[in-house]
């Protein structure tokens, strides 16, 4: 990978929380909250940029100003309990800094991409005060040549031998309805891969996949038994250790560079300092058969699946019994009023439908979503007044009109210990489930209103969210559920990576269903050039309106409007680097942008300082004349600069014969030892979009 150039940009960000009076006591106003127990309650900023994998972060710069003890009695607001027991505030540093940053890898609307998201805690508390900062951010980042990747296949099965035919079959299947697919058994990449075991030889044949054929889709065809799981270390001591096909997903750090989930090379998977961003790279699930007739049960579902209403249930339920709300249904209504336009049947204790025979009644009117709150064990779920378990499944004929289901409770996915209840919903033949997310072991949630903020109660809700968002396959969905919970969390302690580890999906990642009414997303084929084609999709008849904004801009701009099929060719004033998004009626603006795009429309300026017109001996210059010619005995330096917001490269030709090429935006080149004659010495340069310049000098060599 060959560094090749540029200028360095900067974006600036000045963050200035505004705080209101409330009587006597002072609320501090923000978007998002420290929800971390035993700690005050301070509100922080999440910016989140997105750029493409060319673009590689060369610093990051915060500059504190204006610190100032805000000597009002600020009431803090008080702090959720952990579920072990609460702890009292700490008379420390809190947050330990004024700022935070994480750079990850992964996919992002089907390309991939690193995302910076730069964490800004203005205010931090000590010793009974509050101190507010002015923190000002700028990031500088070069552009690298990255090699494209060629897009033979969209879906990699990856199965073992004894099930290679079932996946065939599904191969050929999805080939037929339009998704490119190649299968390979385990086996084979056994002899193909380096690895130390067959998991990570599994995850290394994924990389190459991605390199070679540009796979945006994996599916493991195999349970625990037949296909191997990896197993990592939390840092918490229960669970210890979690099975985690978030592994296989995650196959680039923020820096471009695999990710072997092993840094300090232990042998143990998955530790604090393993370096892993946890973001998923690829969009990955896996189909839980042990045998043919798993298979077969699995593929027929896949083959007839219908699709059903566009509607969620919701199950909810009290978690917890000295608590004054029932977190469950908290947690459900707050995913519904935040998300209004999906539409929701709630199935609540509190109005008595939280009962297997209403759960199944629901399930087998049909519904797009199924999504229970509640304790859960490999075989069931349960609440003080009711349960769903294994056997239930027995109460659904729903046949192909498959539901996707959340389960946020513990251990429900355990699918390597057990045929558990993830599996069966799957399994259950004449209904059940076409895709199931759970945990593998046990999950964790903060207690009262704090359920929400964090943990797997903030899972739950960025599940829906990523629904909301535009994404639309089972596993686009899951991803962009761990993607914002991953950029929008406020911390990433053992919990919060427990959390996006122990989750699972069970299911073909490529299961289609349609999006939200009057939503859209925007994107792009190709993103780099000096005319960018935007394409949008959306579940809305009417007209769609595309937006933009410069990186690390806040505001939106309007471009332009399209009639369905949307298409905008987009060429903005300036060259930069843009995000894009896409408006519906009604369509809220998106938290990042759909797509991005490097727009580059003018080619590199060119200035050749020597040689000048006139004779030259040995590089000295002797002799000025007005001839368009440089004469020249012996060596001769050619040298000069070349200048664009995005330069790539820079070549030297004598006449038709390449004699030097650079990556940096000065060339300095001595040509020496060549024929007697008059050449035409070309200087070209090329920017990023592949704008091309080109300068002469003609030189004429007597010896
Ligand atoms: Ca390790
Ligand atoms: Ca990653
Ligand atoms: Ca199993
Ligand atoms: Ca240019």
């Not at 000002?136 to 690298?144: D, G, K, Q």
């Not at 991605?210 to 945006?216: A, E, N, S, V, Y």
């Not at 985690?244 to 989930?261: E, R, V």
Request: aromatic share 12%; charged share 25%; with cysteine.
């Amino acid at each position: 990978m060959k560094k090749l150039l540029l200028l360095i940009i900067t974006i600036m960000l000045i963050l200035n929380i505004q705080i209101k009076s409330e009587g006597n006591s002072v609320k501090i106003e923000g978007k998002n909250f420290l929800y971390i127990p035993g700690y005050p309650i301070l509100p922080y900023e999440i910016k989140t940029y997105v750029f493409d994998e060319c673009v590689k972060i060369e610093k990051i710069e915060v500059k504190i100003k204006n610190i100032e003890n805000i000597k009002t009695k600020i009431k803090i607001a008080p702090y959720p309990r952990s579920i072990q027991n609460g702890k009292e505030i700490k008379h420390e540093e809190w947050p330990d800094k004024w700022y935070d940053y994480r750079l990850n890898m992964g996919i992002l609307n089907g390309k991939r991409v690193k995302l910076l998201s730069v964490y800004l805690y203005p205010y931090r508390y000590k010793d009974g005060k509050i101190f507010h900062a002015q923190l000002n951010v700028s990031i500088s980042y070069t552009i690298e040549k990255i090699e494209k990747e060629s897009l033979n296949y969209d879906l990699l099965i990856i199965t073992p031998s004894s099930l290679y035919q079932q996946a065939s079959q599904l191969s050929n299947f999805k080939n037929l309805h339009g998704i490119k697919t190649k299968v390979t058994t385990l086996e084979s990449i056994r002899i193909k891969e380096n690895g130390r075991d067959d998991a990570e030889k599994i995850k290394y044949y994924i990389k190459d996949g991605i390199k070679k054929d540009g796979i945006k889709y994996v599916l493991l065809f195999g349970d625990a038994d037949v296909l191997p799981v990896r197993y990592v270390k939390t840092g918490i001591d229960e669970p210890s250790t979690v099975p985690t096909d978030l592994y296989y997903a995650d196959i680039y750090k923020g820096d471009g560079s695999f990710s072997s989930w092993d840094d300090n090379n232990n042998g143990i998977y998955g530790e604090k300092d393993d370096g892993m961003d946890l973001m998923p790279d690829v969009y990955l699930g896996r189909l839980p058969a042990s045998n043919a007739n798993d298979a077969n049960i699995l593929i027929n579902k896949i083959k007839y699946f219908e699709i059903p209403p566009q509607r969620a249930i919701f199950i909810g339920t009290g978690l917890f019994s000295d608590t004054d709300i029932s977190e469950g249904e908290y947690l459900k209504d707050y995913i519904a009023n935040s998300l209004p336009k999906i539409k929701i049947d709630k199935l609540y204790e509190s109005n008595g439908l939280a009962k297997a025979n209403e759960i199944a009644k629901e399930i087998n009117r049909g519904t797009m979503f199924v999504n229970f709150a509640s304790h859960g064990n490999p075989s069931y779920i349960g609440w003080s007044t009711g349960s769903w378990t294994i056997n239930d499944l027995n109460l659904l004929h729903n046949d192909y009109r498959l539901p996707i289901v959340f389960a946020m409770s513990c251990l429900t996915n355990s699918f390597d210990t057990t045929d558990c209840l993830g599996e069966e919903f799957l399994l259950h033949q004449g209904g059940g489930a076409i895709a199931y997310v759970g945990s593998t072991r046990v999950a964790y949630v903060y207690v009262g209103s704090a359920i929400k903020s964090s943990l797997s109660g903030y899972l739950d809700f960025a599940f829906f969210r990523s629904y909301y968002d535009g994404y639309n396959t089972t596993g686009s969905i899951f991803d962009g559920a761990i993607e914002y919970y991953l950029l929008h969390s406020s911390f990433r302690n053992s919990l919060d990576r427990l959390t996006v580890m122990e989750f699972n999906l069970l299911g073909d990642p490529t299961i289609a269903i349609p999006m939200l009414p009057n939503t859209s997303r925007v994107y792009v084929k190709e993103n780099i050039g000096n005319k960018i084609d935007v394409y949008a999709i959306a579940n809305y008849e009417g007209k769609a309106q595309l937006y933009y904004r410069k990186q690390g801009g806040y505001k939106w701009k309007y471009y332009g409007e399209s009639e369905k099929p949307y298409h905008w060719i987009f060429t903005p004033t300036q060259e930069g680097v843009y995000e894009l998004c896409s408006i519906v009626d009604g369509e809220e603006f998106p938290l990042h942008g759909d797509a991005y795009c490097i727009y580059d429309a003018t080619p590199p300026k060119i200035e050749i300082e020597a040689p000048e017109n006139g004779l030259y001996i040995l590089n000295h210059k002797i002799l000025s004349f007005n001839n368009n010619i440089t004469i020249s005995i012996g060596k001769i330096e050619i040298k000069g600069k070349a200048t664009d917001e995005f330069l790539k490269r820079i070549d030297i030709f004598a006449d038709d014969e390449k004699i030097y090429s650079t990556s940096s935006s000065n060339f300095d080149f001595e040509w020496k030892g060549i024929k007697i004659g008059i050449y035409d010495i070309r200087v070209v340069a090329y920017d990023i979009a592949d704008n091309t310049a080109e300068k002469t000098v003609k030189i004429a060599r007597l010896t």
